[in-house]
């Protein structure tokens, strides 16, 4: 829906719709993935199961690990969906689409590594729909201006060696964002 807004508010021309599209398909995909995150642990912690949870054996890790490959499952289709509306509405050229579903997917990743941790951070918490955007985007601003800039360059025609930049950047934060999470997740479920 937020796509279509934008793309009837900004015109019929092509090019203020592509120039754009980056930026208003990261902000869909962001407030997407904020809206699932938000919701991630609300049903351990409604039922009263999250303590059950922690008792499984294993490492608590995994938990997070599983709520991250949910999130991104659902996630994942909504984007290719969103990619492919983009693809439509702003004049998107279709020969960039896997190099864009590239960006999408480590961008997304990123974002919602994070958005799991403060999730599970922030599970037993009131009012943790209004704290989880506070917290989760001081620091995804980082993979979010990456991910647009990725994707600018990619809808400008830039040569894939200049987009690639970008995607080790993303790539660096996915790894940094990923390992952090997992290595503080158990200690957040604790506390």
Do not use: C, H
Not at 112 to 119: I, L, Q
Not at 124 to 149: D, H, N, T, Y
């Amino acid at each position: 829906v937020m796509l279509f807004i934008m793309a009837l508010a900004l015109g019929p021309e092509e090019e203020p719709l592509r120039r754009a599209a980056p930026g208003v398909l990261w902000v869909a995909l962001a407030f997407g993935s904020t809206l699932l995150s938000t919701r991630a642990f609300a049903l351990e912690v409604e039922d009263g199961t999250l303590d059950d949870l922690l008792l499984t054996p294993g490492g608590k890790e995994w938990i997070y690990f599983g709520k991250l490959l949910f999130q991104m499952f659902l996630l994942l289709p909504l984007s290719l969906l969103a990619l492919l509306m983009a693809a439509g509405l702003f004049y998107l050229p279709l020969d960039r689409l896997l190099p864009l579903f590239l960006t999408l997917l480590l961008g997304v990743l990123g974002y919602t590594s994070v958005a799991t941790f403060y999730a599970g951070l922030l599970a037993r918490l009131r009012g943790r729909e209004v704290l989880l955007p506070l917290l989760l985007f001081s620091l995804v601003v980082p993979v979010v201006l990456a991910a647009v800039r990725a994707t600018l360059g990619l809808v400008e025609g830039l040569p894939l060696e200049e987009v690639q930049n970008w995607w080790q950047l993303l790539l660096v934060f996915d790894v940094v964002y990923l390992t952090a999470s997992a290595l503080l997740f158990p200690v957040v479920l604790e506390g």
